[in-house]
């Protein structure tokens, strides 16, 4: 499947792949900073922005979507910097084709299997009733059970469509909501499957996504592996510290 871009700057290709419920352009602010030196390319996944809407939704389509549309872009290896579901997608391409990635980021994520967490999320998402007239007030009230935090909710109602009539979403949500398991597991991967290329795994202070005894299989996954921390960031870390999130890229990345 060919992915969505949003294409900014000249130069090196740096790949920017977002995780669940978003897309591209929760990278705007990172992205216009990162490309003042260099080609930066924020990428929809499937069911997510303006790509397009498939039932499949596991991690070796969601890698193969990015190769294709890398090969499309012709980018050649790219740097590829993944953030939560984002990461987990971009640790399967890089484990699975690594000569299309030539360094390698994940943001606060691990390949392993974490609670299901989004699925009131996705399952309040689903029960919104999308009437003519609805307002992103109501919305954001009829959310307000499940989801407590007004940021997530924020978040995740940046993909309803209140212009249509009726409002509708705009990712496909049935697909997501049904493939949450898949979403939530480690990423299948082949047996001895190993990236030996430079890779940066990137933490919030404030986030427990990758814990002390996530690094073993870090280790052995992308034996090259550095870790490092943004501080004052939970998980969404490029947004909540733009400036820390681009200044450790930047010591990666050079």
Do not use: C
């Not at 294409?7 to 003042?36: C, D, I, R, T, Y």
């Not at 407590?148 to 978040?155: I, K, L």
């Not at 990236?195 to 996530?214: A, K």
């Not at 073993?216 to 870390?237: D, E, M, S, Y």
């Amino acid at each position: 499947m060919r992915l969505r871009a949003v294409e900014l700057g000249e130069g090196a290709p740096l790949v920017l792949l977002h995780g669940l419920f978003g897309q591209a352009q929760n990278f705007a602010s990172v992205q216009k900073m990162l490309a003042a030196d260099r080609r930066v390319v924020a990428l929809d996944l499937r069911n997510h922005g303006q790509s397009p809407h498939d039932a499949a939704m596991d991690y070796p389509a969601l890698a193969e979507d990015v190769a294709e549309t890398l090969a499309a872009l012709g980018t050649g290896p790219v740097d590829l910097l993944g953030h939560s579901m984002g990461g987990k997608v971009a640790m399967t391409l890089a484990l699975t084709r690594p000569e299309a990635v030539a360094r390698l980021v994940v943001a606060d994520i691990a390949p392993v299997a974490y609670p299901p967490a989004f699925r009131p999320y996705a399952e309040a998402m689903l029960a919104l009733e999308l009437a003519p007239g609805l307002t992103r007030r109501a919305a954001d009230a009829a959310l307000a059970d499940a989801v407590p935090s007004a940021g997530v909710r924020g978040f995740l109602l940046q993909n309803l469509d209140l212009g249509a009539k009726p409002p509708q979403w705009r990712i496909g949500l049935d697909a997501i909501a049904a493939a949450l398991p898949a979403i939530e597991a480690a990423p299948p991967l082949p047996e001895g499957a190993r990236f030996g290329g430079p890779t940066l795994v990137l933490g919030g202070e404030n986030s427990d996504y990758i814990r002390p005894e996530h690094r073993p299989l870090f280790r052995a996954l992308f034996p090259a592996a550095r870790f490092g921390t943004v501080k004052g960031a939970g998980h969404w870390l490029h947004a909540e510290k733009p400036e820390g999130f681009v200044a450790a890229l930047g010591a990666f990345l050079g």
